[in-house]
């Protein structure tokens, strides 16, 4: 299971935003740019200017929003006929650009380690190209978890909001990215196992 599961339900209810901002001329490549720069721009700010920990909140705000613009430029390209190879990669690399940016800031936050907050932002990386390379093996472009990017929105827009609300994080939090990098992993692993029985390859080495 995966929140991404959830998501042809999301997209019924963006559905007639979609169309309004396909009449104003809005392209697909447009809003994948703009929620790529607004996740740079926050992160970044988080994690260089340091502010207080309210300023957290901004997270899960912006996690839920980008989503949405994630739907939308999708929605945009195969319902308005503006898929492209240029929004392939866009929306491939834009991807795990803004997920880095977002992640960076909790290498800031007692008890968590910066190493293995960066464990995790590699992971995921990793994680999004692994699914991305399902149709060069005959397979659809797989997004398995148990830790997809979703799934990854929702686990850091929490941690953003309890930072925000000033809870202190006990010691045995420090565990946490570890185990996120776990699941991560298992993801890559489970993205490769069922890419290959999709495309009817034997996972032999």
Not at 50 to 74: Q, S
Not at 93 to 114: C, E, K, M, R
Not at 183 to 204: H, K, Q, S, Y
Request: glycine fraction near 8%; include cysteine.
């Amino acid at each position: 299971m995966s929140i991404y599961e959830l998501k042809p339900r999301f997209q019924a209810l963006l559905r007639p935003l979609v169309v309004r901002l396909h009449a104003a001329g809005v392209t697909a490549n447009q809003v994948t740019l703009a929620a790529c720069a607004i996740s740079v721009a926050l992160g970044l700010w988080l994690f260089f200017a340091a502010p207080r920990a309210g300023f957290f909140a901004l997270i899960p705000l912006w996690m839920f929003l980008r989503m949405a613009f994630n739907a939308i430029d999708g929605m945009l390209a195969r319902e308005h006929g503006q898929q492209s190879a240029l929004g392939a990669f866009l929306n491939e690399l834009t991807d795990v650009l803004s997920d880095a940016a977002l992640y960076l800031p909790f290498a800031l936050i007692a008890p968590f380690s910066p190493f293995w907050v960066g464990t995790v932002i590699v992971l995921a990386g990793l994680s999004e190209f692994t699914g991305a390379l399902g149709p060069t093996v005959g397979a659809s472009r797989r997004y398995d978890g148990p830790l997809g990017k979703s799934d990854r929105a929702f686990v850091f827009g929490a941690l953003g909001l309890y930072v925000a609300l000033g809870w202190p994080l006990p010691a045995a939090a420090a565990w946490l990215m570890p185990l996120l990098a776990a699941l991560v992993a298992w993801t890559i692993v489970n993205r490769i196992r069922r890419a290959l029985a999709e495309a009817g390859a034997r996972p032999t080495l």
